[in-house]
């Protein structure tokens, strides 16, 4: 789709959120996939030993980390879009806004010490 002829700034904008919560939600599928057939392919019993099999490949973890980055700006690009669309004081937005921000800049940072801990 070419986008240089979209004049209107606001328009970009929802293209490149709509752009990003596609290809950020094909990774999380892809991931999802690649999860369910490591574990329909493997021949151990479903518990930790497989869990920490599947998760200890240095590629793994990174794959893991990327995944959970590309849930969060996903869950970012939802959210901007509902405050845009749905809250109209701007303090409001702009408090909803840096809630939304610190939280799941906190979850991405639990979830990554929790990975480094594994």
Known sequence: M????????ASKTALRHWKGQRYTAALIV?????????LIFNKSPLGYELWAGIFSPVWMRLLTVAV??????HAWLGMCEIFMDYIKPANLKRGLHVFTALWLAASVAWFVSVLLKF
Request: hydrophobic content about 65%; cysteine-free; proline content about 4%.
């Open 2 to 9: 070419n986008t240089s002829a979209i004049k209107n700034p």
């Open 30 to 38: 892809v991931y999802a996939l690649l999860i369910l057939l490591q």
């Open 68 to 73: 959970v980055l590309a849930i969060a700006w």
